[in-house]
């Protein structure tokens, strides 16, 4: 158990058979099941509701790396010994039997208000954003970039480096190789885009009008429209369609 989470006693509900490592800097609010183990460096939020037998914070899947037992030997600070950890937002929903490892050579990182469903698994250096659904099952390669948002069906697996959109919709049982753009929906194997997720933009306040005109960019056919539709988008979600815009093509 780290100092952080010493210096706040009682703020956390963790079961007696759960295991934390050194390392493990716990935020307030947080309810960690039985079996649970967390290993260090992890730096975990408020307000995470963590079920039993999860494991978060072992080393990625990487022959050439260290394999540290963290459980047992607090970390010697050196990334390059210890691996680059994992850091977890607020408010996520992590069910029984999710499994995240640690980074190799960046941090893996899951943002706030996630639902990571049962037997879900986000490999090493992968970069996860905010309001995630991850259906039971998935199985994510190593250095992945998930968006905000994005929604993706049971048995869903994703290749090495694979990125997903904001608000993307992948269904159940779909092999993803390549990106998958904002706002679409992607299934099969190999996964295929087959349309714009409608629902989801038009609950972002965004009407028919303006998703007929974004759609050619959102299947990655055009460019964005340079008439200023992106600065009239309702709410966050021009931020949103710039920074996607603005992307990089390779990511690493």
Known sequence: MSDAQAARPGTNRIHPTAVLGEGVELGEGNVIGPYTVIVGPARIGDGNWIGPHVTIGTPGEDRGKPHPAAWDTAPSGDPEQDGHGVVIGDRNRIREYVSVHQGTWRTTTLGSDGYYLRGSHIAHDCLVGSGVTIASNVITGGHCHIWDGANLGMGTVLHQRVVIGPWAMVGMSSA??????????????????TGVN?????????????????????????????????????????????????????EH
């Open 176 to 193: 993803v190789r390549r990106e998958v753009g904002a706002f679409t929906i992607a299934v099969g194997n190999p996964a295929r885009v």
């Open 198 to 250: 409608v629902v989801g933009l038009s609950r972002r306040g965004v009407d028919e009008t303006t998703i007929e005109a974004l759609s050619p960019w959102l299947k990655g056919k055009s460019g964005l429209p340079d008439d200023g539709l992106a600065d009239r988008l309702p709410g966050d979600l021009s931020t949103v369609v710039k920074a996607w815009d603005a992307r990089p093509r390779e």
